[in-house]
């Protein structure tokens, strides 16, 4: 169609063209005769310009005028009027002009301005700039219709001209005329002429009309040439630019807008790349408040900036024609200019967003209301960075938000940022600021899942953009470190460290401004100085000339340090000058043929020099030469190290650690000590003679005589150094690291120590731990500590041997850890206030005392005063399920009461956990062994054992134990990163510094691989308690039971389901990386079932899984067992894309454990603070995940608690066997919690409802209403101050959301359903007069728990008596509602009278013809009514507001 249009229009004007030229080369060809100046005189044209005070020049000169404009326009007009021609003259007047014009000089002359005339007279009456003469003719309104129709038939002539004469354009210049005349006399019709021009010009000439449209024509016109220009715009796209300009001029209706806009939204995905940013204008500027969500969101969906942009690909194989081919020079620039009409889409959007509120606010809610990460575009992260550059109507804040929301729930991942910088970063850069404070507001935020995706900002605006920018990255990353906060500098040293390995020569520039962070090492843990020297290290001492300047610094640091005296900074000295031995000693990759595989003999000797500065720093304190063999071991694990530099340190560690603690062993030991001495735990029978020994007594011994010389002052100088067992196990995890990389992992060479005696005491001396002095038992204190960590680093040692001697004797160390503990518990008990010896020496203090006496003290102070060691061994598996930990191996007593329980917690040995050794998650490996149950012992135990390696079920629980404390530690998310007040951080991390070293996702798979292990040993705890309840026919605490045994198989079969647990509930399961992990995981609990294949969904495997572990539920030994049984499922499920599926499964399991009568091995109930927090938990999931709560609230508040009622003091309900008086509170309280939970998600009531769906909504809120009156008024009978402050705190809650949700459902259905409003308002006035009289009871009692409670109670109620009123006056039965005066009264409904005022107002809205009702009193309605009702309840509200306040 537009073609055709086109064709015809050509063939139109070709007549005119050719009669042009024609008369164009008469007049130029009649020009040099100078025959027309005189024509033109005589003509009237001529004349009546000429009397007005016009000059017509000629040979190019511009016309000159002697009077004003309008002077000259009145006189033209006089002429023409008074002329006796008129109107005749008119026409006359116009033919003269368009003769006059014929001349194309002539032309342009009139259509050029004209220039006043240098008359001195008239000088002052002429202003300097004039209009042209064709412009100053179309001011008279009589010529101006003639005037335009001649203009618009000779622009025809000129259209094809381009611009001639000196650069001008004609065509345009007539154009120019037409615009902002001071009056159009008929407008209609000029913009009929001008839109046929529009159909017969060429393009230049099209736009050059359309967009001069707005300036020529009247309001009248605007919406009738928009919707032509809206046509034209469907059927040519190159005129898109020039009318969306017009549009954007033309004052249109709102609906014509709406159109034009959808039109334009319709075709934008076939826009000109470079008429882009014109669209995304005009879109934006023409959106109104109520049309700006559905407008933006629209937009959003329909521009695809992704196709704006080559890929990096492409534009490489650009470049590279173009540097082949001159060809190639047009895409490239065409690439090059792509970035630019992407930068100025967005500069249209902000611009957009700067002056119109709603727009921000339409961008937020569009990006905001993106629910699948497939949708989110590169366009949403650059509307973000947008809002928050404007902060136009404080869209920063909002920007901030709504990005940390999208990174939060894992809509906007790291995919789509990479995307964006690698595609956009020209654009981005521009940018940069907000990327900058996006990244560092996303690293400050303590929640977690948002801080990586602010560290992947940092590196990839480092690697996309310049050195400006990447040197503001660096700050930026230096600040954070400095900020002391511990999750942000994790984070950021973590950036630094992998931008130093991925980009080192550029890193290398801004050295200086990571040895900033030297000025703040107070601040930062010792896993953080080690990864700042690591980082620093590595740039000094790399491959980068420009990080060298940084050395000599590097070394006057370390320097200072390792001279300190305080052991804080002595300790700084070490880390980073072991992490700078790793750099300089590093193993260089293939390099220059001469030096390829080995150091420089300068760089050995500067690594040797090193080395022993450290050394001989850290000889005078024992704390620091054990640190220091620790770090040089960390060093040796993690790092590739010169084999020179290997070999020197493997060979001095060997020699000196057989002379400072190996011993030959002979038949007496020498030497007088506070014990005697004698050699133990030997495994090695036929070297009974001969043999070595780990010299740990007389070491001891002499370490304490030491100490005691030098607090006498006596013998200071008499040794220089002085072999402390405190360095025995860090030294010896050091020689066996360096004994593995030189050899391979294998330990030959030293797999004597494995079985080798140490010299000890004999360990009956704790038989005697009473009769010992305190000094003897603090000996003995720390020579079981010093054994036991010698053992925990034998097992860390030696874990991954193949041989079955070597595994034997690993199982036998174990075994002699747990019974070790067993004694130091013991001795612990009777040694209140001691402090152990360090065992991790890069802790916040070296000496661990300011940390960890203040915990330690309190425990054994409490535990000293009724000292009773048997009693204090019992496991803690019945009062402390969820920490059956440490005391696995102790010997059980009959159980006591619970002050000797709690007595007992006191040396549990967990208080204890800083002062041992880690063990490596190696360690763990050793589950894989079979389980030995001790009912299964018989006197082949000795064959048995010789014939397989088999784990105890003491060492299970010791290793479980540790594998809880490192899941927690590593795989459970912390809730918050920000630094306390009161700095415990040492607490937390102290005994995991190599765990540290570790990533979550190492943990989480080395996890899965135990898999099969953990599951066998769950499957034989099961058997076992199976068994015994077959033996004892299903009773707990048969005769058969052995209680010790029953204890430590509970606490193993409990630590496995939460081991399991942890694994499962690792957030970084739900990363997109980690599926087939958690696959894999899933495929081996469900294989465990049934045989599946690979093919199997998550779904199925789920199914699976969750089929296997139910199976355990018939042999659960206690409450806390079930619940983490329980907890585990949930865990399970939620894997799944149908977590709902198996609500009804766990909720029906939960119910069947507390439907359970829970004893304890020794016959007793199951009681204590423990199981009341497992069964809170447990009655939680049970109400969270059944389907009905409010019916299941009233089965347990109806039934059970009625029973419970009706018996005797220690019974427990019938149908609910875990509720008795003692864990009524529980109940209560949750009962209350999820009561008032469920009522928060009733849907609110609308106007819109049906009637049916009114009837459901109110029936639901008279369920809950019921279920509200049954347990506030369980306050009757159960008075006790915790369940008032239960009753109180839910009731206002509840109260709240019926206020909220409940009301307006009344309002809507009051007039369809009075009955059922009535009956349901009468029942929740009887709840609201009992919370009314537990205010009362609270004021009276001045409990000031409770009454803390009162005033927002109080307000409620009050707010409820006006929203009741409100509800009456909205259905016209107002004159139902009245008030009276609602007597204070207590719990037991007797008045109160000590207050002035005897009552406080109330009120009633029942329905009409409630005048009948009873008095005032009875019909009242809610208890803090001071609503008005006169002078008395003012008098009333005052008084109650006092007596709130105090």
């Not at 060479?749 to 009473?770: F, H, Q, R, S, Y």
């Not at 998310?973 to 190599?994: C, E, I, Q, W, Y």
Request: proline share 4%; net charge negative.
């Amino acid at each position: 169609m537009m073609r055709k249009k086109r064709h015809s229009s050509v063939e139109k004007v070709a007549g005119t063209t050719a009669a042009t030229k024609a008369k164009k080369s008469r007049n130029s060809s009649r020009q040099p005769k100078e025959a027309a100046p005189e024509e033109a005189s005589e003509t009237a044209f001529a004349t009546f310009v000429k009397k007005a005070g016009v000059s017509l020049k000629h040979n190019g000169a511009s016309h000159e005028i002697a009077v004003d404009q309008v002077v000259f326009q009145k006189r033209i007009q006089q002429q023409l009027q008074k002329s006796p021609r008129y109107p005749d003259i008119l026409k006359e007047f116009i033919t003269d002009l368009e003769a006059y014009i014929e001349n194309p000089d002539r032309f342009r002359n009139c259509l050029l301005p004209c220039i006043p005339q240098p008359s001195e007279a008239d000088v002052r009456s002429v202003s300097s700039f004039q209009e042209s003469l064709i412009r100053m003719l179309l001011g008279i309104e009589m010529l101006q219709t003639l005037i335009i129709s001649t203009l618009l038939e000779k622009l025809p002539e000129f259209m094809f001209d381009g611009a001639v004469d000196g650069g001008l354009n004609i065509p345009r210049m007539i154009i120019n005329q037409l615009k902002w005349l001071d009056r159009v006399v008929d407008t209609k019709e000029l913009a009929v002429k001008l839109m046929e021009l529009v159909s017969v010009a060429p393009v230049e000439v099209q736009r050059d009309i359309i967009t001069s449209l707005p300036e020529i024509l009247e309001d009248s016109q605007h919406n009738d040439i928009a919707r032509e220009l809206n046509a034209l715009l469907q059927e040519n796209t190159q005129l898109t630019v020039p009318i969306l300009d017009a549009l954007s001029s033309l004052n249109l209706s709102s609906s014509l807008l709406t159109e034009v806009r959808e039109a334009v939204m319709a075709t934008l995905a076939a826009v000109q790349l470079e008429d882009l940013p014109v669209v995304v204008k005009f879109i934006l500027h023409s959106v109104s408040a109520s049309n700006a969500y559905e407008v933006v969101s629209n937009l959003r969906q329909k521009l695809e900036l992704e196709q704006c942009v080559l890929p990096p690909a492409l534009q490489a194989s650009q470049i590279r024609m173009k540097s082949k081919s001159s060809a190639g020079s047009a895409s490239t620039a065409a690439s090059g200019n792509s970035q630019d009409s992407v930068t100025l889409v967005l500069d249209c959007i902000k611009s957009a967003v700067r002056f119109q509120k709603t727009i921000s606010e339409a961008w937020l809610k569009a990006i905001e209301s993106v629910d699948d990460v497939e949708d989110h575009k590169v366009l949403d992260l650059l509307v973000l960075f947008i809002l928050h550059c404007t902060n136009a109507n404080q869209s920063r804040r909002g920007a901030e938000r709504v990005l940390k929301l999208k990174v939060r729930t894992g809509l906007m991942q790291e995919a789509l940022l990479q995307k964006t910088f690698r595609d956009y970063s020209q654009v981005m850069r521009g940018y940069f600021p907000s990327i900058l404070a996006l990244a560092q507001s996303l690293v400050r935020s303590p929640d977690p899942c948002v801080v990586p995706f602010g560290g992947q900002m940092y590196r990839h605006s480092f690697t996309a953009f310049d050195s400006y920018c990447q040197q503001e990255v660096v700050g930026s990353l230096v600040t954070h470190v400095c900020s002391g906060v511990s999750g942000e500098v994790d984070v950021a040293l973590e950036l630094l460290c992998s931008l130093v390995m991925e980009r080192p020569s550029e890193m290398a520039l801004y050295a200086v401004f990571v040895k900033g962070i030297l000025d703040y090492l107070d601040n930062l843990t010792p896993q953080q100085i080690r990864r700042l020297f690591h980082l620093l290290s590595r740039l000094a001492f790399g491959q980068q000339e420009q990080g060298s300047q940084i050395q000599d610094d590097m070394h006057i640091v370390i320097r200072k340090q390792l001279s300190s005296t305080v052991p804080k900074y002595k300790r700084i000295g070490i880390i980073g000058a072991v992490m700078i031995v790793g750099s300089m000693g590093a193993l260089r990759p293939k390099g220059k043929e001469s030096q390829s595989s080995s150091l420089s003999q300068e760089t050995l000797r500067q690594v040797t020099a090193l080395l022993e500065l450290v050394k001989s720093s850290s000889e005078s304190s024992p704390e620091a030469a054990a640190l220091y063999y620790d770090e040089l071991a960390n060093l040796i694990w993690s790092s590739a190290l010169d084999p020179q530099v290997e070999e020197m340190i493997g060979m001095s560690v060997l020699d000196d650690f057989q002379d400072d603690f190996v011993v030959d062993l002979g038949p007496d030991i020498a030497g007088s000590f506070i014990f005697p001495a004698c050699a133990m735990y030997n495994l090695e029978e036929d070297e009974s003679q001969g043999g070595i020994a780990i010299n740990l007594l007389p070491l001891l011994a002499k370490e304490t005589q030491n100490k005691g010389e030098q607090q006498s002052q006596i013998g200071k100088q008499k040794q220089q150094k002085l072999v402390s067992p405190l360095c025995l196990s860090p030294f010896f995890r050091l020689l066996r690291l360096c004994e593995e990389k030189r050899h391979q992992g294998d330990l030959e060479e030293i797999d004597a120590l494995v079985g080798c005696p140490l010299i000890l005491t004999n360990m009956d001396v704790v038989d005697k731990v009473d009769s010992l002095s305190k000094a003897e038992r603090e000996f003995l204190c720390t020579l079981l500590f010093h054994t036991i960590n010698w053992f925990r680093e034998v097992v860390n040692a030696f874990c991954k041997q193949k041989e079955t001697e070597m595994k034997m004797k690993v199982m036998t160390r174990l075994q002699n850890i747990t019974f070790l503990q067993m004694l130091l518990e013991r001795v612990l008990a009777g040694t209140p206030g001691y402090m152990p010896p360090v065992s991790n020496f890069d802790g916040e203090t070296t000496d661990g005392i300011s940390f960890s006496v203040p915990v330690n003290k309190a425990k054994k102070d409490r535990t000293g005063k009724k000292r009773k060691a048997p009693g204090k061994n019992a496991p803690e598996g019945v009062s402390q399920p969820e920490e059956a930990t440490e005391a696995d191996e102790t010997q059980q007593e009959q159980p006591e009461k619970e002050k000797e329980k709690e007595n007992r917690l006191g040396v549990s040995l967990t208080a204890y956990r800083p002062f041992f050794r880690e063990l490596d998650m190696e360690v763990l490996s050793v589950l894989q062994c079979g389980l030995l149950s001790r009912s299964l012992l018989d006197s082949e135990l000795h064959t048995k054992v010789q014939e397989e390696v088999v784990l105890g079920p003491t060492e299970l629980v010791f290793l479980l134990e540790d594998m809880q404390h490192k899941l927690e530690f590593s795989l459970t998310a912390a809730p918050a990163k920000r630094a306390p007040f009161l700095k415990m951080r040492a607490d937390k991390t102290v005994g995991f510094s190599h765990l540290q070293q570790r990533s979550a996702k190492d943990i989480a798979s080395y996890c899965v691989q135990l898999l099969p292990a953990l599951c066998s040993h769950l499957e034989n705890c099961h058997n076992h308690f199976q068994t015994l309840l077959s033996e004892n026919n299903g009773i707990v605490d048969g005769p058969s039971t052995d209680v010790e045994e029953h204890q430590v198989m509970s606490s193993g079969y409990q630590l496995l389901l939460q081991v399991i647990n942890t694994t499962f509930s690792w957030s970084g399961f739900s990363q997109p990386g980690q599926r087939s992990l958690l696959k894999k995981a899933l495929g081996l609990l469900a294989g465990r079932l049934k045989e599946g294949g690979p093919e199997l969904t998550l779904e199925q495997l789920v199914k699976h899984s969750f089929e296997y572990l139910l199976n355990f539920r018939s042999t659960m030994p206690s409450l806390s067992t079930a619940l983490c049984l329980s907890q585990l499922l949930s865990t399970v499920s939620e894997k799944g894309g149908n977590p709902g599926a198996y609500r009804e499964q766990t909720a029906s399991l939960a119910r069947r454990f507390l439907n359970q009568s829970w004893v304890t091995a020794s016959g007793e109930k199951e009681r204590g603070g423990k199981f009341n927090e497992a069964l809170h938990t447990l009655l939680s999931i049970y109400l969270e995940h059944v389907d009905d709560v409010l019916k299941a609230v009233e089965e347990i508040a109806g039934e059970g608690i009625t029973e419970l009622i009706n018996t005797s003091k220690d019974e427990s309900s019938a149908s609910w066997p875990t509720l008795n008086r003692q864990t009524f509170l529980v109940f209560y309280k949750v009962l209350m919690g999820e009561l008032e939970k469920a009522a928060r998600k009733i849907p609110a009531g609308k106007m819109s409802d049906s009637s049916e769906a009114q009837s459901e909504k109110l029936l639901t809120w008279n369920l809950a209403v019921r279920d509200f009156h049954i347990l506030v008024n369980l306050v009757k009978v159960f008075d006790s101050r915790p369940v008032l402050n239960v009753s109180l705190k839910y009731g206002r809650l509840f109260l709240e959301s019926f206020l909220k949700l409940g009301m307006p459902l009344l309002d809507y259905s009051f007039k369809r359903h009075k009955e059922d409003v009535q009956s349901l308002l009468k029942t929740f006035q009887l709840s609201t007069r009992q919370l009314h009289h537990m205010c009362g009871h609270s004021k009276i009692h001045q409990d000031t728990s409770l009454t803390n409670h009162v005033p927002a109670v109080k307000k409620s109620l009050e707010l409820f008596v006006y929203r009741v009123k409100a509800m009456l006056t909205l259905n016209n039965c107002q004159e139902a509602f009245w008030m009276g005066n609602l007597k204070n009264r207590n719990l037991k409904g007797e008045e109160i009278l000590s207050q002035r005022s005897q009552g406080s107002d109330d009120d009633d809205e029942e329905e009409e013809g409630n005048q009948e009702l009873p008095p005032p009193q009875e019909q009242s309605d809610d208890e803090d009514q001071e609503a008005d009702s006169g002078e008395n309840s003012r008098i009333s509200r005052r008084e109650d507001s006092t007596e709130d306040s105090d």
